[in-house]
């Protein structure tokens, strides 16, 4: 039971790697795989990522009770913000990066992951990928979407939470 209920938490991570299958041109034509909508820093942000994310949003408003229309157009309107939003996941990503947090984000996800199987009674992680692969996840995905959530909130940390807290006198944090 707890296995089913860890591999489902690790779905809702996995989610965000689902994406449609490129359509397919006559042969010979080119096939645009993606688009880049923008570019940060020495990354980028592509068309397929803003559609996932869009999806996503589509998906919880829909199981919020909201019909798919009103969810559509709903998310449409913020589409903006949810560039804004992947810009600045990129910029996160990119100043972990030069803050040299890689491998503590890498040490982080690797004792998640082993936490995860020692819930479930799983004796090595070769084992949780393929329990993993059993239930339908990408172990390669969920660990990616592990990285990029714990960079952000590293760098988070490092360079925002560290500061306000340090940055003021005992006086000031309580005022």
């Given at each position: 039971?707890?296995?089913?209920?860890?591999?489902?938490?690790?779905?809702?991570?996995?989610?965000?790697?689902?994406?449609?299958?490129?359509?397919?041109?006559?042969?010979?034509?080119?096939?645009?795989?993606?688009?880049?909508?923008?570019?940060?820093?020495?990354?980028?942000?592509?068309?397929?990522?803003?559609?996932?994310?869009?999806?996503?949003?589509?998906?919880?408003?829909?199981?919020?009770?909201?019909?798919?229309?009103?969810?559509?157009a709903e998310v449409d309107k913020h589409k903006a913000e949810l560039i804004a939003t992947l810009i600045n996941e990129q910029l996160l990503l990119q100043k972990g990066k030069e803050l040299d947090l890689t491998q503590r984000v890498e040490d982080?996800?690797?004792?998640?992951?082993?936490?995860?199987?020692?819930?479930?009674?799983?004796?090595?992680?070769?084992?949780?990928?393929?329990?993993?692969?059993?239930?339908?996840?990408?172990?390669?995905?969920?660990?990616?979407?592990?990285?990029?959530?714990?960079?952000?909130?590293?760098?988070?940390?490092?360079?925002?939470?560290?500061?306000?807290?340090?940055?003021?006198?005992?006086?000031?944090?309580?005022?």
């Open positions: 039971m707890k296995f089913k209920l860890a591999l489902a938490l690790l779905a809702v991570l996995a989610a965000c790697f689902v994406s449609p299958s490129p359509a397919r041109a006559q042969e010979g034509e080119p096939v645009v795989v993606d688009e880049v909508i923008a570019q940060v820093g020495d990354g980028i942000v592509t068309l397929s990522q803003l559609k996932r994310e869009m999806k996503e949003r589509v998906d919880t408003l829909k199981q919020n009770g909201m019909p798919e229309a009103q969810a559509n982080e996800v690797n004792k998640r992951m082993l936490a995860v199987a020692k819930e479930n009674g799983i004796t090595s992680i070769e084992k949780l990928d393929q329990a993993m692969r059993e239930a339908g996840l990408d172990p390669t995905g969920t660990r990616q979407t592990m990285r990029i959530e714990i960079m952000k909130q590293a760098v988070m940390e490092s360079e925002v939470d560290s500061k306000l807290f340090y940055g003021f006198s005992v006086d000031e944090l309580r005022k």
